[in-house]
């Protein structure tokens, strides 16, 4: 019996110890102050977020969910997109504004895998004609060429896709033709009413902070089991 427990006292020492993961709230009454905090983190390590799985929804309630390049996030914690006045993510907003996105952050620091996940509850706005044309302004070639011949969430011929891109990459490489924001490019930002943080590192439990606007516009965070 003696023997067995020896056993069972070196195998205890061999496995990882449990211990809590923690999120530092410095600021309670905005969490945009933690979402900024978290992003300068992830950028200094050479990953930087620049995409979210934003989830949209018909009036009658029909999810759809994809990936989604986000354009900016906003000094007052605010994401913003772009798409096209034809794609599913409009129609489902003109419908119905309430959206969800979720960004995941996943990266080294310091020889320690930190695993970082922010959800966002909330309404989608319009944004400014200027402000889309702004992003559009500074996208690649590739992007912008794309916006001019993109008929998202329909039903295309590869080839004539590959004869319009053609035509349009001659317009631009040939003739100097300058890529204007076509009038279909559209933008939103997220205007969060429920911001979610998760944090774990390895063979330690997660934690969770959770902020709500309560009824007066006022930010409330609470931590809750991960």
């Known amino acids: 019996m003696a023997r067995i427990k020896n056993v069972f006292r070196l195998f205890s020492r061999m496995q990882p110890l449990s211990d809590l993961s923690y999120i530092d709230v410095k600021n309670a009454s905005n969490p945009a102050n933690l979402l900024h905090e978290w992003v300068e983190e992830a950028r200094s390590c050479g990953k930087p977020p ?26 007052d914690g605010y994401l913003t997109f772009t798409t096209q006045t034809h ?27 930190v695993v970082r996940q922010i959800n966002f509850v909330g309404m989608a706005q319009t944004l400014p004609h200027e402000k889309c044309k702004a992003y559009f302004d500074t996208h690649k070639l590739p992007a912008k060429i794309r916006s001019w011949i993109a008929q998202e969430g329909t039903a295309v011929d590869w080839n004539e896709l590959k004869v319009r891109h053609d035509e349009v990459l ?44 309560d009824e007066t516009g006022r930010w409330k965070y609470e931590r809750v089991m991960p």
């Open 50 to 75: 620049f995409v979210m799985t934003l989830a949209t929804a018909t009036k009658n309630g029909e999810v759809s969910s994809r990936s989604v390049v986000i354009r900016e996030i906003t000094p």
């Open 170 to 213: 001659k317009e631009v490489v040939e003739d100097g033709k300058v890529l204007e924001m076509p009038d279909s490019v559209v933008g939103y930002k997220i205007v969060p009413r429920k911001v979610d943080f998760y944090y774990c590192l390895p063979d330690k439990i997660g934690d969770r902070v959770v902020f709500q606007r």
């Open 87 to 113: 794609s599913e993510k409009k129609r489902n907003i003109t419908e119905n504004p309430n959206v969800a996105a979720t960004i995941l952050m996943n990266y080294d620091n310091n020889n320690t895998n």
